[in-house]
């Protein structure tokens, strides 16, 4: 879900559903685009959730103590910050339809 929120789509979106399962098995952890944009902290985060091996993996209790969730925002922000994503995309649509 956090590569889908950084990349805007799912990873392998455009495959067919059983070619996804496929990539995610013989290719592991999928690429987020961009990478050296995110913080280190993200970056850090994702390789945490991400691990194949499951003895090396963190575990839910491991992850709400990650340094990336305890700079998360108050929840009261979240609606703000939709609203603002939302209007943004609208204004990337109007642009990009030539409005």
């Given at each position: 879900?956090?590569?889908?929120?950084?990349?805007g789509?799912?990873?392998?979106?455009?495959?067919?559903?059983?070619?996804?399962?496929?990539?995610?098995?013989?290719?592991?952890?999928?690429?987020?685009?961009?990478?050296?944009?995110?913080?280190?902290?993200?970056?850090?985060?994702?390789?945490?959730?991400?691990?194949?091996?499951?003895?090396?993996?963190?575990?839910?209790?491991?992850?709400?103590q990650?340094?990336?969730?305890?700079?998360?925002?108050?929840?009261?922000?979240?609606?703000?910050?939709?609203?603002?994503?939302?209007?943004?995309?609208?204004?990337?649509?109007?642009?990009?339809?030539?409005?």
């Amino acid at each position: 879900m956090t590569i889908e929120m950084i990349d805007g789509i799912p990873p392998y979106f455009n495959e067919d559903p059983l070619r996804a399962l496929y990539l995610i098995a013989t290719k592991r952890k999928p690429e987020v685009n961009d990478k050296q944009k995110l913080s280190a902290e993200l970056v850090k985060f994702l390789d945490k959730t991400l691990e194949v091996d499951v003895e090396k993996r963190a575990s839910a209790a491991d992850l709400l103590q990650h340094a990336f969730l305890k700079k998360a925002g108050d929840l009261k922000s979240l609606k703000q910050n939709i609203l603002s994503a939302r209007e943004a995309a609208a204004l990337e649509a109007g642009e990009a339809a030539g409005e």
